[in-house]
């Protein structure tokens, strides 16, 4: 049983490996974010001594204050993965390099204005409700392009890619469409804009099926952290 951070780290890499190579990728196109949310200071350096480089966040309060704890450490990269409701966009704009879930015009103009001229722009992904779930955030595949146009004409914003949550559904032939409609959206925006290279989709159950519907980023917390406490039994 694998009992560290470094260990854990390790192996999640070789899980992506292995789906590379199932999906005749590369693993260098692959990006490893660790969800570091809820996760100690400890824990977090932990990672980074392994050679974690790039860390997600759910909560803006307690993303804003590890960011400026772990100051020094300016190579890490850091993104903001959760539900962005106004009154936190300042917060935002002003810490993260990465923002994983817009999905609406008046958020993406407020991270714009609120992102100072001397920071580079704003990394942005927009949220896709790939299954239109109603207790999910994210814009439907019809509206994509409205909302790319505008983040792509805002300077403090640079339009990275999508991102999305598919549905847990048991059935595995619908999973992977849902998968594959992502990737087919995905495509789309790359044929529109030459900066598109960031899908952002798998986490720790579903990190192979991502990688082969062309997922460029996998977000992975237990699996690399363990189980939060409140998850303990």
């Given at each position: 049983?694998?009992?560290?951070?470094?260990?854990?780290?390790?192996?999640?890499?070789?899980?992506?490996?292995?789906?590379?190579?199932?999906?005749?990728?590369?693993?260098?196109?692959?990006?490893?974010?660790?969800?570091?949310?809820t996760r100690s200071i400890e824990e977090i350096l932990q990672a980074?001594?392994?050679?974690?480089?790039?860390?997600?966040?759910?909560?803006?309060?307690?993303g804003v204050s590890k960011i400026a704890q772990l100051e020094e450490?300016?190579?890490?990269?850091?993104?903001?993965?959760?539900?962005?409701?106004?009154?936190?966009?300042?917060?935002?704009?002003?810490?993260?390099?990465?923002?994983?879930?817009?999905?609406?015009?008046?958020?993406?103009?407020?991270?714009?204005?609120?992102?100072?001229?001397?920071?580079?722009?704003?990394?942005?992904?927009?949220?896709?409700?790939?299954?239109?779930?109603?207790?999910?955030?994210?814009?439907?595949?019809?509206?994509?392009?409205?909302?790319?146009?505008?983040?792509?004409?805002?300077?403090?914003?640079?339009?990275?890619?999508?991102?999305?949550?598919?549905?847990?559904?048991?059935?595995?032939?619908?999973?992977?469409?849902?998968?594959?409609?992502?990737?087919?959206?995905?495509?789309?925006?790359?044929?529109?804009?030459?900066?598109?290279?960031?899908?952002?989709?798998?986490m720790s159950d579903d990190l192979a099926t991502a990688i082969k519907?062309?997922?460029?980023?996998?977000?992975?917390?237990?699996?690399?952290?363990?189980?939060?406490?409140?998850?303990?039994?």
């Amino acid at each position: 049983m694998m009992n560290t951070i470094a260990e854990r780290l390790k192996e999640v890499r070789n899980q992506i490996i292995l789906a590379c190579e199932a999906a005749q990728r590369s693993p260098a196109d692959v990006r490893l974010l660790a969800v570091s949310k809820t996760r100690s200071i400890e824990e977090i350096l932990q990672a980074r001594q392994a050679g974690q480089m790039e860390f997600g966040e759910n909560y803006v309060q307690e993303g804003v204050s590890k960011i400026a704890q772990l100051e020094e450490h300016s190579e890490i990269t850091w993104h903001f993965i959760g539900p962005v409701q106004s009154n936190k966009t300042r917060d935002i704009a002003g810490s993260f390099g990465w923002v994983h879930s817009v999905d609406r015009a008046k958020i993406a103009r407020r991270l714009n204005d609120q992102r100072q001229h001397a920071q580079p722009p704003l990394n942005v992904l927009i949220q896709v409700n790939i299954d239109q779930e109603d207790t999910k955030a994210g814009v439907l595949p019809a509206d994509i392009a409205e909302l790319a146009g505008l983040i792509s004409s805002l300077p403090g914003l640079r339009l990275r890619g999508l991102m999305a949550i598919p549905a847990a559904a048991a059935d595995a032939v619908a999973r992977a469409a849902s998968y594959a409609r992502m990737q087919g959206l995905y495509s789309g925006l790359q044929a529109q804009y030459d900066q598109i290279d960031t899908l952002s989709m798998g986490m720790s159950d579903d990190l192979a099926t991502a990688i082969k519907y062309g997922a460029t980023t996998v977000r992975i917390g237990t699996a690399i952290f363990g189980s939060r406490p409140s998850d303990k039994k």
